[in-house]
Each structure stands twice: as structure tokens, then as C-alpha cells.
């Protein structure tokens, strides 16, 4: 009913950049509706929230560890969300999800992506 398609990753250096992006469809996905987030689950950990943004695109949020490095976006008419990743780390390295969500406060994801793996060497 709702696919989520992450695409974009790969293997960078330190101080490089990534764009990640992700494709949403479904026959009866609003996607303008919905708040959409950026998760990343490294080897061992749990899923983190990276960032989110309410349905319109004028409210963000970011977890402190890429403040000032990440941007996330959205283009409604495109059913898209983008992940701006610069300055990139060795801690950065994870397997990153796209999701879904009714609210951007307190946002959880409803719906998920397969996930798109980052890699950043040293």
C-alpha cells in the first residue's frame, strides 16, 4: 500500500558529502499528509532519529550529532525527501531509513523504507 525507496548511498571519505533521497507511492498515500524523518541504525545499535520535517517543509528538526551538517527537505509534487549530508564522519557510517509519520513533534515512523547503507572511511 505505501513504498518507501531510499536510494544515494555509498562510500565516501571524511569531509565528504552524500544527498540521500527517498521515493514515496501507494495507491491511497497521501504523502503530502504525512511528516517524513531520517533514521540511521550502525551495527549493534538501535534506530536514531536523525531528522524530520512536518508535511509542508517549514519545520525541521535535528538530532544534536549532525546540527549544523544535515539538512533534510521535501518536494510534495515530486512525493520526495532529501538528506543533505555534509562534512560526513566515521560515526556517520549506517544504514540509513526513511519513514513516514502522522506528527513531525514527537515524529515515529509508520511507515519504513528498506534502508540505504553509508559508509565513510577515515
Known amino acids: 500500500q505505501v513504498q518507501l525507496v531510499e536510494s544515494g548511498g555509498g562510500l565516501v571519505q571524511a569531509g565528504g558529502s552524500l544527498r540521500l533521497s527517498c521515493a514515496a507511492s501507494?495507491?491511497?498515500?497521501?504523502?503530502?499528509?504525512?511528516?517524513m524523518g531520517w533514521f540511521r541504525q550502525a551495527p549493534g545499535k538501535e534506530r536514531e532519529l536523525i531528522a524530520c520535517?512536518?508535511?509542508?517543509?517549514?519545520?525541521?528538526s535535528y538530532a544534536d550529532s549532525v546540527k549544523g551538517r544535515f539538512t533534510i527537505s521535501r518536494d510534495n509534487a515530486k512525493k520526495m525527501v532529501y538528506l543533505q549530508m555534509n562534512s560526513l564522519k566515521p560515526e556517520d557510517t549506517a544504514i540509513y531509513y526513511c519513514?513516514?509519520?502522522?506528527?513531525?513533534?514527537?515524529?515515529?515512523?509508520?511507515?519504513w523504507g528498506q534502508g540505504t547503507q553509508v559508509t565513510v572511511s577515515s
Open positions: 519513514a513516514a509519520g502522522s506528527r513531525w513533534i514527537s515524529f515515529r515512523g509508520d511507515y
Open positions: 501507494g495507491r491511497t498515500f497521501t504523502f503530502s499528509n504525512y511528516a
Open positions: 520535517i512536518n508535511w509542508s517543509g517549514g519545520s525541521t
